[in-house]
């Protein structure tokens, strides 16, 4: 099975998405085409950095994800291919993938070097596509660029160790579909800094205390139903292993969510301060 998982901006109005299908299907009718997510907001790169690192371990081994977000190549951002943790990446050097390399350090990049055998006309998703098939019909990185070191950093929106290791600066990476705030704090960088000290997570509101291990577990008392919590805010370490602020059980189109009844948006500061 050759999958071929796809991770784009371009929402699900226009032509693009099917477009873009039905040229991978003309080029290798066999693939197994995966929608990850058409929704990420246009050219958040850090949004799609997240998105495609909570899912792509959902997928088998030798995997190609073709990440179309802020695509267009230019002086700045070259297009690359990444094999790593034995799946394929294909996208521009524009910072999306330096969240995944914070982990795992690649097996290969290429700077994608096969522009000139392509007519004039031909788009940049056109190279993403012939190069994410020619990876799933098991051709090699080194057919298609030439491999370089590492890919370009991103020190924007990266969490903030304060010089004295008594506070964590995070920031907002993405609002889920429930309005839940997912910051780029991770378990492990808190784990490492907090060495079991007490901590508080401010915010522009009342802080939070404690983070839970689930969501129902802010019902901390046997005396009252589950559904007396409603509407309580809570902090969790989610599934992809990142500080999430959620509202429980909210309900965005009716009674609000994190995102709205806390205030929390995009690039918003969430710190967590150590007690001593």
Same mark, same amino acid.
């Given at each position: 099975?050759?999958?071929?998982?796809?991770?784009?901006?371009? *929402?699900?109005?226009?032509?693009?998405?099917?477009?873009?299908?039905?040229?991978?299907?003309?080029?290798?009718s066999e693939a197994v085409i995966v929608d990850?997510?058409?929704?990420?907001?246009?050219?958040?790169?850090?949004?799609?950095? #997240?998105?495609?690192?909570?899912?792509?371990?959902?997928?088998?081994?030798?995997?190609?994800?073709?990440?179309?977000?802020?695509?267009?190549?230019?002086?700045?951002?070259?297009?690359?291919?990444?094999?790593?943790?034995?799946?394929?990446?294909?996208?521009?050097?524009?910072?999306?993938?330096?969240?995944?390399?914070?982990?795992?350090?690649?097996?290969?990049?290429?700077?994608?070097?096969?522009?000139?055998?392509?007519?004039?006309?031909?788009?940049?998703?056109?190279?993403?596509?012939?190069?994410?098939?020619?990876?799933?019909?098991?051709?090699?990185?080194?057919?298609?660029?030439?491999?370089?070191?590492?890919?370009?950093?991103?020190?924007?929106?990266?969490?903030?160790?304060?010089?004295?290791?008594?506070?964590?600066?995070? #920031?907002?990476?993405?609002?889920?579909?429930?309005?839940?705030?997912?910051?780029?704090?991770?378990?492990?960088?808190?784990?490492?800094?907090?060495?079991?000290?007490?901590?508080?997570?401010?915010?522009?509101?009342?802080?939070?205390?404690?983070?839970?291990?689930?969501?129902?577990?802010?019902?901390?008392?046997?005396?009252?139903?589950?559904?007396?919590?409603? *509407?309580?805010?809570?902090?969790?370490?989610?599934?992809?292993?990142?500080?999430?602020?959620?509202?429980?059980?909210?309900?965005?189109?009716?009674?609000?969510?994190?995102?709205?009844?806390?205030?929390?948006?995009?690039?918003?500061?969430?710190?967590?301060?150590?007690?001593?």
């Open positions: 099975m050759s999958i071929i998982t796809l991770t784009t901006d371009y *929402g699900l109005k226009d032509h693009f998405v099917g477009s873009l299908k039905g040229k991978i299907f003309s080029e290798f990850i997510s058409h929704d990420i907001d246009p050219f958040n790169t850090a949004e799609a950095s #997240y998105v495609i690192g909570a899912s792509y371990l959902s997928f088998p081994k030798g995997t190609v994800h073709l990440i179309g977000v802020d695509i267009e190549r230019n002086k700045e951002n070259q297009h690359i291919a990444m094999q790593w943790n034995d799946h394929y990446f294909i996208c521009a050097d524009n910072g999306i993938l330096s969240m995944l390399t914070q982990k795992i350090v690649p097996q290969k990049i290429v700077s994608i070097n096969i522009h000139d055998r392509f007519p004039a006309e031909s788009t940049d998703l056109d190279i993403f596509i012939q190069v994410a098939c020619h990876i799933a019909k098991g051709g090699l990185l080194n057919v298609i660029g030439k491999e370089i070191a590492a890919v370009k950093e991103v020190t924007e929106l990266q969490p903030v160790l304060a010089n004295d290791g008594n506070s964590l600066k995070g #920031y907002v990476i993405y609002i889920d579909h429930f309005g839940n705030i997912v910051t780029n704090i991770s378990k492990q960088q808190f784990l490492e800094v907090a060495k079991g000290r007490k901590y508080e997570i401010v915010m522009n509101t009342k802080n939070i205390k404690t983070i839970l291990p689930n969501y129902s577990a802010i019902a901390t008392s046997e005396k009252y139903p589950i559904k007396t919590y409603e *509407g309580e805010k809570l902090a969790i370490f989610n599934e992809a292993g990142f500080l999430e602020i959620a509202i429980f059980r909210s309900n965005p189109s009716k009674v609000g969510s994190a995102n709205s009844l806390l205030g929390l948006n995009y690039r918003d500061v969430i710190t967590i301060q150590f007690l001593n």
